[in-house]
T-cell receptor
Framework: QKEVEQDPGPLSVPEGAIVSLNCTYS??????FMWYRQYSRKGPELLMY????GNKEDGRFTAQVDKSSKYISLFIRDSQPSDSATYLC????????FGKGTHLIIQP | EPEVTQTPSHQVTQMGQEVILRCVPI?????FYWYRQILGQKVEFLVS????????KSEIFDDQFSVERPDGSNFTLKIRSTKLEDSAMYFC??????????????FGDGTRLSIL
């Protein structure tokens, strides 16, 4: 069973829309959950991380964890063309275990 | 802002040859990592390194791989006898264990390794 799963997309939305990106995970023992952003031909960069359940907000980004359903989400408000990238969820296991990433396209 | 740098950006090597990928982690970081990303697939953990020894490795990191910190600034990944399936993007990362309960890993922009 895969540790972390993501829909690879692509997900295309108009500028200004609210974006919802999602992952599921397999092991209920996981406590920390991370979101990385990867631009084309670049390394992943950490956007934010959350601990256990609940929400965490950072500017236009909100990370949410639902441990009962093993579901993690990243919401982007007022999406911009510069948000176009691949978004990776990750858990700190074996270094980091990444999902496959969702390719997001924000249309101007 | 300090960053992780990797060289070369693209390495082309004949199958069976040895290759060394180089990384300069962020200077005050103490944990170092290598990951790989085969085209179209997920980023996969290879190995972590702390205090001059491997702290954790994945199943991918078999005997053909080795890592070294030859001096105070560089961190290298050596692949002894390359195979076609080693073709991938290789990312180096580093982290500061004192930066909190989950030390963010900072990634370089990768070395694209092409095995012919």
């Amino acid at each position: 069973q895969k540790e972390v799963e993501q829909d690879p997309g692509p997900l295309s939305v108009p500028e200004g829309a609210i974006v919802s990106l999602n992952c599921t995970y397999s092991n209920s023992a996981f406590q920390y959950f991370m979101w990385y952003r990867q631009y084309s031909r670049k390394g992943p960069e950490l956007l934010m991380y959350t601990y256990s359940s609940g929400n965490k907000e950072d500017g236009r980004f909100t990370a949410q964890v639902d441990k009962s359903s093993k579901y993690i989400s990243l919401f982007i408000r007022d999406s911009q063309p510069s948000d176009s990238a691949t978004y990776l969820c990750a858990i700190p296991q074996g270094g980091l275990t990444f999902g496959k990433g969702t390719h997001l396209i924000i249309q101007p | 802002e300090p960053e992780v740098t990797q060289t070369p950006s693209h390495q082309v090597t004949q199958m069976g040859q040895e290759v060394i990928l180089r990384c300069v982690p962020i200077s005050n970081h103490l944990y170092f990592y290598w990951y790989r990303q085969i085209l179209g697939q997920k980023v996969e953990f290879l190995v972590s390194f702390y205090n001059n020894e491997i702290s954790e490795k994945s199943e991918i990191f078999d005997d053909q791989f080795s890592v070294e910190r030859p001096d105070g600034s560089n961190f290298t990944l050596k692949i002894r006898s390359t195979k076609l399936e080693d073709s991938a993007m290789y990312f180096c990362a580093s982290s500061d264990p004192l930066s909190g309960p989950v030390a963010p890993q900072h990634f370089g922009d990768g070395t694209r390794l092409s095995i012919l």
